[in-house]
Nanobody, 121 residues
Framework: QVQLAESGGGLAQAGRSLRLSCKGS????????IGWFRQAPGKEREGVACIDQQGNEKYGDSGKGRFTAFRINAFNTAALQMESLKPEDTAVYFC???????????????WGQGTQVTVSS
């Protein structure tokens, strides 16, 4: 089965950008939709973006206009480009693979371990 590994998190100043990557191993990511979720301390997990097998994207309110999800199938990787970061974007970010592009997490059956993003003001 597919394993997912996120990378690219770290510390960024407000207004700057970060790109998160989600590398698949064990299987190709092509048959899967990829979702991006985040969880801040004391808060529920939130759907940020997803991209389906054809490259169609969907965004939650927090990511609309600032985040872009895309796929790099040749490298079995999905990515989330985050622009104009805000302190409230601070969270652990997860990628997940499943059959449908959905901002609700229950449809995804493969998850990465998460990567911390911290945005300072």
């Amino acid at each position: 089965q597919v394993q997912l590994a996120e990378s690219g998190g770290g510390l960024a100043q407000a207004g700057r950008s970060l790109r998160l990557s989600c590398k698949g191993s064990g299987e190709k990511l092509d048959p899967y939709a990829i979702g991006w979720f985040r969880q801040a301390p004391g808060k529920e997990r939130e759907g940020v973006a997803c991209i389906d097998q054809q490259g169609n994207e969907k965004y939650g309110d927090s990511g609309k206009g600032r985040f872009t999800a895309f796929r790099i199938n040749a490298f079995n990787t999905a990515a989330l480009q985050m622009e104009s970061l805000k302190p409230e974007d601070t969270a652990v970010y997860f990628c997940a693979a499943g059959p449908f592009c959905d901002l609700f997490d229950f449809g995804y059956n493969h998850w990465g371990q998460g990567t911390q993003v911290t945005v300072s003001s």
